[in-house]
């Protein structure tokens, strides 16, 4: 990107006259300050392009196939959108704080804390209505994921940490608490977590979650054999203290949660 | 090990692999060499958060804001 398109001449009258262009390097340098600027945005991966506003709000994050002056036309467009939506929450209008909380979360614009602040503020029409309960639900859907990523990340690499993060995972699912979508970093420690609670049943539901989305894999195979033998065990009573079998590389890992 | 444990590890190693221990007057070089690219003086960059959002206000515009990083490559 850096020899593409930031070092085109489109890009050049772009940032001189359309946008404030700013730069930030995480160098790692000892005692330096500003790559923390970096995490508080939210950054996960180089390089990450976003719009901010004047007060240094996230307005949005541009996808790696927009990365052009038109893909940042077009996302300008997009947070014009979102500069009205929130005008019009902000004088009342009707459905229209439903429909800034969901672009927001869609978009990625929110801290899990602050979503979830949004939601509990929602004003509920006084009569039914479907349209609302289906973006609530959508609404609900989006913040279940960003809580299991916020819970999985919080984990980092401490043992102690990763096992009260399964724990507590473990019990929303206990509860009746699902991803809609299949939801590798969710059910890989509910199913651990099951396992050595000896509970066949939240184990079984993980094992279908699995069969379902990764049921043709030729490389789970014998994972799926592991997994139906520690079902059985646990269903007999015998396997509550057996640890779930791990993929024995680095590239069965990566090849089944989608990541190269 | 564990399946749990296993993305954090590949995490680590994958980070590991990319940087290794460096020490401050290298890693400084490295910062210095990355904004001293051509691509930078050609965007007319602003390397200070709060004069870009000064700006921004003043102008009223839009911030671009572009993360990379200088430690790897």
């Known amino acids: 990107m850096e020899s593409g398109s930031l070092s085109s001449q489109d890009f050049a009258e772009y940032a001189s006259k359309d946008v404030v262009p700013y730069l930030h390097v995480t160098s790692r340098i000892p005692g330096n300050t500003t790559d923390a600027i970096f995490r508080n945005y939210g950054g996960t991966g180089f390089p990450t392009l976003l719009f901010l506003d004047a007060d240094g709000g996230k307005l949005a994050k541009v996808a790696g196939a927009d990365r052009s002056v038109e893909g940042f036309k077009k996302t300008e467009e997009q947070i014009a959108e979102l500069l009205e939506l929130r005008t019009a929450a902000a004088k009342g209008d009707k459905g229209a704080d439903v429909d800034l909380l969901l672009m927001e979360l869609e978009r990625g614009l929110l801290s899990f804390e602050l979503a979830k602040e949004k939601r509990g503020s929602l004003v509920t029409p006084k009569k039914s209505n479907a349209e609302f309960e289906d973006k609530v639900a959508r609404i609900d859907g989006h913040l279940f994921e960003f809580e299991i990523t916020?819970?999985?990340?919080?984990?980092?690499?401490?043992?102690?940490?990763?096992?009260?993060?399964?724990?507590?995972?473990?019990?929303?699912?206990?509860?009746?608490?699902?991803?809609?979508?299949f939801n590798?970093?969710?059910?890989?420690?509910?199913?651990?977590?099951?396992?050595?609670?000896?509970?066949?049943?939240?184990?079984e539901k993980g094992l279908n979650a699995f069969r379902e989305q990764y049921g043709d894999h030729p490389r789970f195979e014998s994972r799926f054999k592991k997994m139906e033998a520690d079902l059985q065990a646990l269903q007999s009573g015998s396997g509550a203290t057996a640890q779930v079998e791990v993929p024995k590389s680095q590239a069965v890992v990566l090849a089944v949660t989608g990541m190269r | 090990m564990r399946f749990f444990t296993l993305l954090p590890l590949v995490a680590g190693l994958s980070l590991a692999s990319t940087a290794p221990a460096q020490d401050a007057d290298d890693l400084i070089a490295k910062y210095e060499a990355e904004i001293s690219e051509k691509w930078v003086s050609h965007g007319g960059w602003t390397l200070d958060l709060d004069e870009a959002l000064a700006r921004a206000k003043k102008e009223n515009k839009l911030v671009f804001a572009y993360f990379t990083r200088s430690y790897a490559p």
């Open chain 1, 150 to 181: 916020t819970l999985v990340r919080s984990a980092g690499p401490a043992t102690e940490k990763r096992k009260q993060v399964a724990a507590t995972l473990y019990e929303m699912a206990k509860n009746g608490r699902f991803p809609a979508k």
């Open chain 1, 184 to 203: 590798y970093s969710f059910w890989t420690p509910v199913m651990e977590e099951a396992k050595s609670q000896g509970d066949a049943t939240i184990f």
